[in-house]
């Protein structure tokens, strides 16, 4: 059909309407492009040596974390299976996508996982917001958790003139320091070096200002999503030793993602979960 998208050599589909592409590969269900259609200016980072042939997560766009976030599951795989398996488109417009990924068709962990579930993301263009949701359902017969996030790499021209507002006031714990509990009483998130917190029950409304640019993403987040993790790498050994990852990248974007870290997510049998984001911008 007219949606059909290739991303690398990942199948996908393109969502369109009069100001904005996006393309979604059925690979990890991951939002890979999104875009202005007038000047083709991506919205979203992705990296140049990003892999797009299905043999590891896309690095950039939204990479959907299910059933872990990080390592805060039971899964050997850092952020789940949701972002290394092929979905299935189930539903499709030209301005609306959902892919579904069942128990069994997963790519690893699914029995460490465990869960009966059903996954949905749906992907949706909404003028020049683009909306983000995820849904999971149990389809078993016993109870599941999971942790989640929908790991959003926001394109900026310069993360040193980037800030974050949103979280004065929020408890992080603190990747850099093993997960130390802190309070942010700044007004807002900058980035001079490596940045890696996992805010708990964040307001659910934060901006990204590229100051640099004249740009204001604004990510406003279901309650379903408590919590929100802020991330630039900066330039260290893990940074140079990201093969889908250049050395000054780290430059060109800014991570904020929605997530439910701190409580695990339970679905008792025959209940849906839902979380999504929306994600919009104006000049500043
Ligand atoms: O969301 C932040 C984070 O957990 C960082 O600690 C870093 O590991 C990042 O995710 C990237 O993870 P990935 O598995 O995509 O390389």
Redesign the pocket.
């Known amino acids: 059909t007219t949606h059909d998208a290739l991303v690398g050599t990942l199948p996908g589909v393109r969502l369109e309407n009069d100001t904005h592409v996006c393309e979604i590969t059925r690979f990890g269900a991951h939002v890979a492009s999104w875009r202005v259609k007038r000047t083709s200016d991506e919205l979203l980072f992705r990296s140049k040596l990003a892999k797009l042939d299905g043999t590891k997560?896309i690095?950039g766009g939204v990479?959907v974390?299910f059933p872990q976030?990080?390592d805060m599951g039971p899964c050997a795989q850092?952020?789940g299976f949701a972002?290394t398996s092929v979905w299935a488109v189930e539903a499709l417009s030209a301005t609306e996508v959902t892919m579904v990924l069942r128990r069994g068709d997963e790519a690893g962990d699914g029995d460490a996982f465990g869960g009966d579930y059903e996954a949905r993301f749906t992907a949706t263009l909404d003028g020049d917001a683009l909306r983000t949701a995820l849904r999971v359902t149990n389809a078993g017969k016993s109870c599941f958790e999971f942790t989640s996030?929908l790991?959003t790499y926001f394109r900026v021209s310069d993360c040193a003139k980037t800030k974050v507002r949103g979280l004065r006031g929020t408890t992080y714990l603190d990747?850099l320091r093993a997960r130390a509990s802190a309070k942010d009483d700044e007004d807002a998130v900058e980035f001079s070096g490596e940045v890696?917190r996992?805010y708990t029950d964040a307001p659910s409304v934060l901006t990204i200002d590229d100051e640099a640019l004249g740009r204001r993403f604004r990510v406003a987040k279901t309650s379903t999503f408590p919590d929100a993790?802020v991330?630039n790498?900066a330039l260290t050994d893990?940074t140079r030793g990201?093969s889908d990852?250049g050395d000054e990248e780290y430059r060109e974007m800014v991570?904020v993602?929605v997530a439910g870290v701190k409580d695990k997510i339970t679905v008792e049998p025959g209940e849906t979960w839902e979380a999504s984001q929306t994600i919009s911008y104006s000049a500043i």
């Open positions: 997560a690095r990479p974390c976030f990080s850092s952020h972002r996030a790991h990747n890696d996992i993790v991330w790498p893990k990201m990852f991570c993602e």
